[in-house]
């Protein structure tokens, strides 16, 4: 019987381990495709098909929640401010007398709130066409992220004995620097509109 000593053959050929690159390369694009329809979706999309107009308060409530930290003994307090009243929108077609909007400030009886009828009973505050595509934006930026690295996969099968060109590792980079700059700065127009 002859015995021979050394190392066992590979379990996977480096075929498999470009595939597997390549694999999730791939699906790290189509990550950042459903990232680029949820911002179009959440921005532009939700803000053109809603119904504006204008939300006359009745009363406002302040909603708290409570839930323990897990690092500490202390419990932390979350609160939502709720106003509720009644809803018309521009051009006279809808009127709700029982809307409710997730509001950013307490308002008094009978202050008139710009508001977006999403949907049935759905509303939310009216931050204009600037607020929507700044959403979109920041959904859009954040899509950089996987796309980079999807094609980075792709390309190079995330494997160190394929050496990628300098000038793909650079594109690499600027699309990460361009998505972050541009997800600080749509995040910051979002919040300010």
């Not at 959440?42 to 107009?53: A, C, D, E, I, V």
């Not at 709720?82 to 077609?93: A, I, L, P, R």
């Not at 007398?97 to 505050?125: M, P, W």
Request: proline residues 4%; contains cysteine.
């Amino acid at each position: 019987m002859t015995q021979v000593h050394g190392n066992p053959p590979p379990t996977t050929t480096p075929g498999d381990r470009t595939g597997l690159g390549r694999l999730i390369g791939a699906g790290l694009i189509l990550v950042s495709l459903v990232l680029l329809a949820l911002g179009a979706y959440l921005g532009p999309y939700t803000y053109s098909s809603s119904t504006q107009g204008k939300l006359t308060v009745e009363t406002c409530t302040v909603d708290y929640k409570y839930r323990s930290s897990t690092s500490s003994s202390s419990r932390k307090r979350t609160k939502t401010k709720w106003c509720y009243g009644t809803f018309t929108s521009t051009d006279g077609s809808t009127k709700d007398i029982n809307a409710e909007l997730k509001s950013d400030a307490l308002h008094q009886r009978g202050d008139v709130i710009e508001a977006l009828k999403t949907g049935d009973t759905s509303y939310q505050q009216d931050q204009g066409w600037t607020g929507a595509i700044a959403v979109g934006c920041v959904w859009w930026f954040g899509s950089l992220f996987p796309l980079t690295i999807g094609y980075f996969g792709t390309a190079t099968s995330f494997s160190s004995s394929q050496a990628p060109s300098q000038r793909l590792l650079r594109a690499c980079v600027t699309l990460v620097a361009v998505g972050g700059i541009g997800l600080i700065v749509s995040l910051l127009v979002a919040f300010i509109a």
